[in-house]
Antibody, heavy 116, light 107 residues
């Protein structure tokens, strides 16, 4: 079945970087954009950006410009999101989600990133 | 960015009740509005896309309506598994934005 499986929880020090992976299966990896969204505890969702796995084109939310990098490995159907210069406010659950005509129709299970 | 305002932020209801959640956009988004359900500790699940289209596998007691700036999600005949948090999301602009969520609790 269609699924996105993310890497495990991370604990980082302020100023460090974190790289979260999102492995797609059950569909043609290059046909759909993948987005990254985060959710701090008890809060709403914050969109971080997107990647087109076919072309490698990315688009980032202005808030994260210069700190986030999204990459992919088409041979393993995996997208990566790296966030640098971490601060305590970056503590959140990070989700990858497949986008189909504006709709986030398949989500990964989430990766908890704690910065302390 | 387009701001999405959901109301209420929380809601208490009983099994069998009908509830309505609203989402208002800061500018017109046509019908580019989606609804998601999230249970504690879980990823969101898509319920409604394009303001009123039911996602595959979603029970018909869920329905959505609206266009422009005002949207509603209605759940008829609440079931125990419906007590969760609901979010709206606009896809009119390149930058996705979400409502703050409505937590639906059992009365």
């Amino acid at each position: 079945q269609v699924q996105l499986v993310q890497s495990g929880a991370e604990v980082k020090k302020p100023g460090a970087s974190v790289k979260v992976s999102c492995k797609a299966s059950g569909y043609t990896f290059t046909r759909y954009d993948l987005n990254w969204v985060r959710q701090a505890t008890g809060q709403g969702f914050e969109w971080m950006g997107w990647m087109n796995p076919y072309s490698g084109t990315t688009g980032y939310a202005q808030k994260f410009q210069g700190r986030v990098t999204m990459t992919r490995n088409t041979s393993t159907s995996t997208v990566y999101m790296e966030l640098s210069s971490l601060r305590s406010e970056d503590t959140a659950v990070y989700y990858c989600a497949r986008m189909d005509t504006g709709t986030l129709d398949v989500w990964g299970q989430g990766t908890t990133v704690s910065v302390s | 960015d387009i701001q999405m305002t959901q109301s209420p932020s929380s809601l208490s209801a009983s099994v069998g009740d009908t509830v309505t959640i609203t989402c208002r956009a800061s500018q017109s988004i046509s019908r580019y509005l989606n609804w998601y359900q999230q249970n504690p500790g879980k990823a969101p699940k898509l319920l409604i896309y394009g303001a009123s289209s039911l996602h595959s596998g979603v029970p018909s007691r869920f329905s959505g309506s609206g266009s422009g700036t005002d949207f509603t999600l209605t759940i008829n005949s609440l079931q125990p598994e419906d007590f969760a948090t609901y979010f709206c999301q606009q896809s009119s602009s390149t930058v996705c934005t979400f409502g703050q969520g409505t937590k639906l609790e059992i009365k």
